[in-house]
C-alpha cells in the first residue's frame, strides 16, 4: 500500500496542512480537561465565580477552534483521498489498455473492473481515515498518558494493566482480519463475474430457460461473499465488547482507587475528573487505532491487487526503436509461422507461409476452430509468434511500434462490437476526423447507407449498448464502415459477412474492389460464394494451410476445399 501512497506526492502541500490541523485539534482536546480541573480545584472548590467565568471563557475558544481545525481536516482529508482515487483509478485504466489480449485472458475482465472501482474505493476510505487518525491516535493516546501523570502519577499504574489487554485485543484483529479481507474481494470478484455473465448473457439465458441455473450460481456467489462477511463481523463482534468491558472495568478502578485517594488528601476532585476525561481519551485512542487496524488489512488486500495490475508488464512491448514501415505498401508475408497460445499443449497454427499483395484478395477458408482467426490475429501484433514471423509493408510487426502498425490496418473482428453513441460516432471510431462525407461513403462502400437514412435520425442515431438496437447484419456492416472509413493498408476481415444476405456480400464485395486496389484484403470466410473469386485462396485445416490456389485450381486438385465446396453449391453452381 505505501507504494500506492508514492503516488500522493502532488497532495504535500494539503497533507501537511491536514497534519498540522490535527495536530491542533489533538492539542486542544488535550488541554480542556487540565482547564476543567482548574475550575473545580481552584473555582468552585474556592468559591471564585469571576475565575470560573475567565477559564470557562476559555474553554469555550480552545473548544470552538478544536472544532473548526477538525472540520477543515475532514474536507481536505476528503478532497486529498477522493482526488488520489481519481488519479489512481485512470492509472489504473491507461495501463490496462497498453495490456496485450494474454494480460486480459490472465487477469479477467470482471476482475478488472472490480479491482478499478471497488478495491481502489477500499484504499481511498482509509486514506481518509488514516489522514486524521495517523496523528491523531499516537498523539491523544501518548498525550493523554502524559496528562494523566501529571494530574496523578499513582492512579496512573491503571493503564499498566488496561493497555497490554487492548493492544493483544487489536493485534488479535489485525492477525486473523487480513486473510479474511482477502477472501472477501475475491469472493466480490466472482459476485461480479458470475452478474457480468449473466447479464450480458441475458438473451441466452433467457431463450435456454437458464434463469434458475443462473439464479442458483448467483445465490451461491452471493451467499458465500455473505459468510466471508459474516466472519469478519463475528471477529469484531466479540473483540469490541471485550474492549468495551475492559474500558468499564478500568472506569470502575479508577473511580474507587481515585476516591481513596481523594478521601485521604492525596488527589483533589477536579483532578479525578480530568484523570477519567483522559482515560477517555487513552482508550477512544486505541479503539481508533483498532479501526485502523481493521481498515488497513483491508485496504491493503485491495492496494496488492491494484498493485498486481500496476506491475503486470505487457507480455508485448513496442521495440526500442521502432522502424518506420515505407516500402512496399500493402502487403502481408507470414513466413512459416508457429503460434501456441499461452499454456495450450498444441500448435494453433504451424508452418504458414503465404504472401498477399496489393490490390489482391486473399481469402482463408477451413472449418471452425482451424485456426482462421488465431492467424488474423497475429496480423495486428495481438499475439507475438510462436516461431517464424509476420511481416507488414515488409517489415517484422515485432520491429514497429504498435500505434503504427495498427494505424496501417482496418480490422473487422468476427464478433462485430458497437459503442454507445450516434452511428457517426461508431464509424468515426476508425478515423476520429473523419469529415461527414468520408462517413457517408465509408456507410456506402459498406452496403450501410440504406438502413442508416431509413433510420429516423439518419447519423445521429443513437446505438444502444452493445449495439442491441440494431440487427446483426447491420452491426456488422457498420463495423465494416468504421474499418473502411481509415482508408488503411490492410484490410482484414474476419467472417465479417456471415450476417449479410448473398446479394449484400456480393454487393460489398464488389464495392470494396475498388476501394482497395492499393490495399491487401485478408478475408476469412465460411461460404464458398464469398471466397470463390478472390485472387488466392487458402484451405486450412487443423493450423495448417492444405491448400492455395484459385477457386478453379483448388476444386481440380485439393480434396479439403472441393468437400467444402461440395457440401454448400449445388452441381451448376460448382461450374
Ligand atoms: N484465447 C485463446 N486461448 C487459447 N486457445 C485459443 C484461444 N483462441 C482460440 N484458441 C484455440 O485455437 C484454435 C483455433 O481457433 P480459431 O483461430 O478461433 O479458429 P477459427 O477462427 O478458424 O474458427 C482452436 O482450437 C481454439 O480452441
Ligand atoms: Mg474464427
Not at 91 to 99: D, K, P, S, T, Y
Not at 156 to 178: E, M, N, Q, R, W
Not at 219 to 240: E, Q
Not at 450 to 461: P, R, T
Request: glycine share 8%; aromatic share 6%; with cysteine.
Amino acid at each position: 500500500m505505501m507504494k500506492l501512497f508514492r503516488m500522493l506526492k502532488p497532495y504535500r502541500i494539503p497533507i501537511i496542512f491536514i497534519l498540522g490541523l490535527v495536530l491542533l485539534q489533538s492539542l486542544a482536546e488535550l488541554y480542556l480537561p487540565t482547564l476543567m480541573a482548574d475550575i473545580v480545584n481552584f473555582g468552585i472548590v474556592k468559591g471564585d465565580v469571576p475565575y470560573i467565568w475567565q477559564i470557562g471563557g476559555w474553554m469555550l475558544v480552545i473548544a470552538i477552534a478544536g472544532t473548526a481545525c477538525s472540520v477543515i481536516a475532514s474536507y481536505l482529508s476528503s478532497r486529498t483521498a477522493g482526488g488520489f482515487a481519481k488519479q489512481l483509478r485512470s492509472r489504473v485504466f491507461r495501463h490496462v489498455e497498453n495490456f496485450s489480449l494474454q494480460e486480459f485472458d490472465k487477469l479477467g475482465t470482471a476482475s478488472l473492473i472490480t479491482r478499478t472501482t471497488n478495491d481502489i474505493t477500499q484504499v481511498q476510505n482509509v486514506l481518509t481515515m488514516m489522514l486524521r487518525m495517523m496523528i491523531m491516535a499516537p498523539m491523544m493516546c501518548i498525550g493523554g498518558i502524559f496528562m494523566a501523570v501529571s494530574q496523578d502519577a499513582k492512579l496512573s499504574t491503571i493503564f499498566l494493566v488496561v493497555l497490554p489487554v487492548l493492544a493483544g485485543a487489536i493485534a488479535l484483529i489485525g492477525a486473523k482480519g487480513l486473510p479474511l479481507f482477502k477472501q472477501i474481494q475475491k469472493k466480490l470478484d466472482r459476485l461480479n463475474l458470475v452478474l457480468r455473465e449473466q447479464l450480458t448473457g441475458i438473451r441466452v439465458v433467457r431463450s435456454f430457460n437458464r434463469g434458475e441455473h443462473e439464479r442458483v450460481r448467483f445465490n451461491g456467489a452471493n451467499t458465500d461473499l455473505r459468510d466471508a462477511s459474516i466472519k469478519v463481523n463475528v471477529l469484531m463482534a466479540t473483540l469490541m465488547p471485550v474492549m468495551m468491558l475492559v474500558m468499564n472495568f478500568s472506569m470502575i478502578a479508577i473511580l474507587y482507587f481515585g476516591g481513596q485517594r481523594i478521601d485521604s488528601g492525596n488527589m483533589d476532585i477536579g483532578s479525578l475528573i480530568a484523570f477519567i476525561q483522559y482515560a477517555m481519551q487513552i482508550m477512544f485512542s486505541l479503539i481508533m487505532v483498532s479501526i485502523i487496524f481493521v481498515m488497513i488489512p483491508r485496504a491493503s488486500a485491495s492496494a496488492e491487487r491494484i498493485n498486481e495490475v500496476l506491475d503486470m508488464q505487457p507480455d508485448l512491448s513496442d521495440p526500442e526503436q521502432p522502424r518506420s514501415m515505407k516500402s512496399l505498401q500493402g502487403t502481408i508475408e507470414f513466413d512459416n509461422v508457429t503460434f501456441r497460445y499461452p499454456g495450450a499443449e498444441n500448435a494453433a497454427l504451424s508452418g504458414i507461409s503465404f504472401t498477399a499483395r496489393p490490390g489482391e484478395t486473399t481469402a482463408i477458408i477451413g472449418g471452425t476452430g482451424s485456426g482462421k482467426s488465431t492467424l488474423l490475429s497475429l496480423i495486428p501484433r495481438f499475439y507475438d509468434v510462436t516461431e517464424g514471423s509476420v511481416r507488414v509493408n515488409g517489415t517484422d510487426v515485432r520491429e514497429l511500434s504498435q500505434e503504427d502498425l495498427r494505424a496501417k490496418i482496418g480490422f473487422v473482428p468476427q464478433k462485430a462490437v458497437l459503442f454507445t453513441g450516434t452511428i457517426a460516432e461508431n464509424i468515426r471510431h476508425g478515423k476520429d476526423d473523419a469529415t461527414m462525407e468520408e462517413v457517408i461513403h465509408a456507410a456506402r462502400t459498406a452496403q450501410a447507407e440504406n438502413f442508416i437514412s431509413e433510420m429516423k435520425d439518419g447519423y445521429d442515431s443513437l446505438i444502444a449498448q452493445g449495439g442491441n438496437n440494431v440487427s446483426g447484419g447491420q452491426k456488422q456492416r457498420l463495423s465494416i464502415a468504421r474499418a473502411l472509413v481509415r482508408r488503411p493498408e490492410v484490410y482484414i476481415f474476419d467472417d465479417s459477412f456471415s450476417a449479410l444476405d448473398f446479394k449484400t456480400d456480393a454487393k460489398l464485395r464488389a464495392a470494396l474492389k475498388s476501394e482497395t486496389t492499393e490495399a491487401a484484403v485478408l478475408i476469412v470466410a465460411q461460404r464458398v460464394s464469398t471466397v470463390m473469386d478472390a485472387d488466392r485462396i487458402l484451405v486450412m485445416d487443423e493450423g495448417r494451410i492444405v491448400g492455395s490456389g484459385t477457386h478453379k485450381e483448388l476444386l481440380a486438385n485439393n480434396e479439403v476445399y472441393r468437400e467444402i465446396v461440395s457440401s454448400q453449391l449445388t452441381e451448376e453452381e460448382i461450374a
